[in-house]
């Protein structure tokens, strides 16, 4: 699946992949995820795409947006939007996915291999864009879920499907080694697209 001369860039739906991996049962180690995605290749880029809610005095996902930034990723954030929906409920939404579609198209000239860490059916076309300009595309996500986390025409679309749950090993970490801190309500309270 991995060519050692290939030129890697890894597209991190951050939102994304904490459901996914929360539901499979683990916490990623994003410093061991890096280190396996170097060992397949040379890794040009890692990016991590995220939504912030601004106003909260301490947010739990910011120490580990911190982080990813130095430490080898290129972080991509913005506020999260507040609305009302329909039934009068107070709504936050923050989706990455045009932020994340227009780095890999800028990016597309400079790499051999694109590794997506998400399951949004919405990325089928840009996977399909990126395949059209000769370029491999592997899909992160899992089907181990009821409903799975990766829609089926993402999976169908993507060259390669890497279950997550087979990197647990590698790129894995107990949750019980998680460091003290406040809920995770902030990295999973973000409505996406899915």
Not at 94 to 100: K, Q, R, V, Y
Not at 154 to 161: E, I, P, V
Not at 162 to 183: A, C, F, N, Y
């Amino acid at each position: 699946m991995f060519d050692p001369r290939e030129k890697i860039a890894l597209f991190i739906d951050g939102a994304n992949l904490y459901s996914t991996a929360k539901a499979i049962g683990f916490d990623i180690d994003y410093k061991r995820l890096l280190k396996e995605f170097q060992a397949k290749g040379y890794l040009l880029r890692a990016y991590y795409y995220t939504a912030l809610v601004e106003e909260q005095e301490y947010s739990s996902i910011r120490p580990l947006i911190d982080w990813l930034d130095y430490n080898g990723y290129k972080v991509v954030t913005k506020p999260v939007k507040e609305f009302v929906d329909s039934t009068g409920r107070r709504k936050i939404k923050g989706n990455m996915d045009i932020e994340l579609a227009v780095d890999a198209m800028q990016l597309v000239d400079h790499v051999d291999h694109v590794v997506l860490f998400s399951g949004d059916g919405d990325f089928r076309s840009l996977v399909e864009a990126l395949q059209r300009r000769g370029r491999k595309v592997s899909v992160v996500s899992t089907l181990q879920t009821q409903p799975p986390m990766i829609a089926d025409d993402l999976r169908r679309q993507a060259d390669h499907f890497i279950e997550l749950s087979t990197l647990m090993q590698k790129v894995g970490r107990d949750p019980s080694e998680r460091p003290q801190r406040m809920m995770d309500e902030d990295e999973g309270a973000v409505e996406d697209d899915y």
